[in-house]
């Protein structure tokens, strides 16, 4: 995302890497709305016909499997895009690694699935645990020809291959529900996502992977990777350590209900990063050499990031009271109070995953291991009595805390690597937040007066705040030089240029 100024210079490589950005930017979040809104029919169908400890049982499963997914990352995927020569050479050792690993995860899941059921003291998780594991066998064998998509930035292509799977699990979920009305047609639901991944992954993209394992190039590939892995699992530990905590703890019905509220709660973290991370990662690394494009690039996405971030974060935390009355019913309510204090946390995780792909584009995933060490170590402090004096609610508080900390650091080192003023950093954070702050005082003078008793009540009232929202912008952006229409504008050009590389 550059200037366009820059556009009139060097037009043989700038607006190409302009609009790809833009494109695959469009395209990705495209994909994240449709995603979402099958994931909320999916939430409010499936959420009535089972219980949160079914939800429970298979979050301890997918707990399970994640532990070891990330305990053996290989980071080869960020350690491909990252490389600025051909990469064909090494896509059958990535492929071949990544198979083997498929199948050793779910070998040692398959062995340890007792233990597991023990530990987290849900004896009917034993066999949920085992066939959820499949997954990792199937995701094994997927095609390392898709990192070609995210290297040279076709999200299109992604798009179309990520979407009919998707489509095709909402519809065996919802049906497996209907007719089971049990944990397993979530499970059913999975597998079918991974099956057909993996069959659109050969058929959208022509690589064929065979068996090869070169020592040389695995080493090579490993040097980087190695701090993307010690990254990821301290990342894992932070995202899903509490996850852990309250499925051990609290039991299958309170992970149930925890997850559901991170689920919710998160929507501006886990769908504005997912966008940042696969848009940004491949943008900023072909961009790592160049500090002053690097910066205005940066600058740019932060402000967008910021701009539908705040007025999510706000929304979800007004409103969520509302909405689990709503659509998922009576039996949810007990998660509102530890969502709200979520919504803070899925905020700042937001704005803060804007700085891990600077990091990593332009070569140094060392500063994200030693800002997640420092989080994890305060959030290990306290958890576990939060957890056991306020319940889920006191988990979510340990959750947050740290995370007003190593944002601050980690902004001190980005503004150093992007050598970026104070001000023109803080400027795209400040607007968002003042007309955030507005538009929550309407909304909960809106509750105030008149509640919200039906759907439509409900949707005229988040019509309504979203468009004071708007206009607070409009009117901080003359104030502090926010210029946030004509950043739209500008994107919206480059997106329908045909002039794309």
């Known amino acids: 995302m550059i200037e366009s100024s820059d556009f009139n210079s060097k037009k043989e490589k700038v607006p190409s890497l302009a609009r790809k950005i833009v494109h695959g930017g469009m395209w990705i979040f495209l994909w994240r709305i449709i995603e979402k809104l099958m994931g909320l029919i999916r939430l409010i169908v499936v959420a009535r016909l089972l219980s949160p400890n079914d939800f429970g049982l298979l979050g301890v499963a997918a707990l399970v499997t994640a532990i070891l997914n990330i305990f053996l990352e290989s980071g080869f995927n960020q350690a491909l895009i990252h490389k600025k020569e051909k990469i064909q050479e090494f896509l059958n050792t990535a492929w071949t690694v990544q198979a083997i690993r498929g199948l050793f995860i779910f070998t040692i899941i398959w062995l340890i699935a007792p233990f597991a059921a023990t530990f987290f003291n849900e004896p009917k998780s034993l066999n949920i645990i085992r066939f959820f594991a499949f997954t990792q066998v199937i995701d094994g064998f997927r095609n390392i020809g898709l990192v070609f998509f995210q290297k040279e930035m076709e999200f299109k292509k992604q798009f179309f291959c990520n979407i009919f799977p998707e489509i095709i699990a909402l519809i065996a979920t919802i049906w497996a529900a ?144 509302s909405f689990t009355d709503l659509f998922l019913g009576e039996k949810w309510m007990q998660m509102v109070p530890a969502m709200k204090v979520l919504c803070a946390f899925g905020l700042i995780r937001s704005l803060t995953a804007t700085t891990g792909p600077i990091f990593v584009g332009v070569g140094k995933p060392k500063i994200m291991t030693w800002l997640s060490s420092i989080q994890l170590i305060i959030m290990i402090i306290i958890i576990y009595p939060l957890t056991k004096k306020w319940g889920i609610l006191g988990t979510a508080i340990a959750t947050l805390i740290p995370n007003f900390i190593t944002p601050v650091l980690a902004s001190v080192q980005l503004i150093k690597i992007i050598k970026c003023s104070l001000k023109n950093f803080l400027i795209p954070i400040v607007v968002p937040l003042i007309g955030s702050g507005l538009m929550i005082c309407l909304a909960v003078f809106l509750l105030h007066v008149g509640g919200q008793t039906n759907i439509w009540l409900f949707a005229a009232d988040l019509l309504l705040v979203s468009g004071c929202y708007l206009l607070s912008i409009y009117y901080l952006g003359k104030i502090f030089d926010y210029n946030m229409q004509e950043l739209i504008r500008q994107i919206t050009q480059q997106f329908r240029s045909k002039n794309v590389a």
């Open 178 to 321: 209907y007719i089971l009305r049990n944990v397993w047609a979530l499970v059913i639901g999975a597998l079918t996502c991974s099956a057909f991944i993996f069959i659109f992954s050969y058929a959208m993209h022509p690589y064929r992977p065979r068996l090869e394992f070169d020592l040389s190039k695995f080493k090579i590939l490993i040097s980087f990777g190695k701090w993307v892995i010690g990254y990821g699992i301290l990342g894992f530990l932070i995202i899903q350590g509490d996850d852990i905590l309250v499925g051990k703890v609290l039991g299958a019905a309170a992970l149930g209900l925890y997850q559901m509220a991170y689920r919710i709660s998160n929507l501006p973290a886990t769908q504005i990063t997912h966008v940042i991370i696969q848009v940004t990662f491949p943008a900023y690394a072909k961009l790592q050499d160049n500090i002053p494009r690097l910066r205005e690039a940066y600058l740019r996405v932060l402000r967008i990031v910021a701009f539908v971030s705040f007025p999510l974060a706000g929304l979800i935390f007004v409103f969520c009271s």
